[in-house]
């Protein structure tokens, strides 16, 4: 079983920076696509931004510019760079690692923008 533990997140005004981290217990290899999903009551959970094992990556129209996932496979670690945040960037966040067969998923983290 693999765990995936997050971190980050909390209360940002608009325009400001946040790095939400999303670590595994196991290595995050090339057999691996990173997923970062949002989920905002009342509102369809939405694919932010997803990292390949071959490094490629992808991004909501919502987001792109303004968030960057990375990684850091030495630390077993993706990271999802939020930039000039929005009203409408509020959510909780969640990771997951896993192959199109088998996913593991993060315990989320709450995103609040908010002046």
């Known amino acids: 079983q693999v765990q995936v533990v997050q971190s980050g997140g909390g209360l940002v005004q608009p325009g400001e920076s946040l790095r939400l981290s999303c670590t595994a217990s196991?290595?995050?290899?090339?057999?691996?696509?990173i997923d970062w999903y949002r989920h905002y009551l009342g509102k369809t959970r939405e694919l932010v931004a997803s990292l390949t094992g071959g490094g490629s990556a992808s991004y909501a129209t919502s987001v792109k510019g303004r968030f960057t996932i990375s990684e850091d496979y030495s630390k077993n670690t993706v990271y999802l760079q939020m930039n000039n945040v929005k009203f409408d960037d509020t959510a909780v966040y969640y990771c997951?690692?896993?192959?199109?067969?088998?996913?593991?998923w993060g315990q989320g983290t709450q995103v609040t923008v908010s002046p």
């Open positions: 196991t290595p995050i290899d090339s057999i691996y696509t």
């Open positions: 997951r690692v896993g192959t199109s067969s088998i996913g593991y």
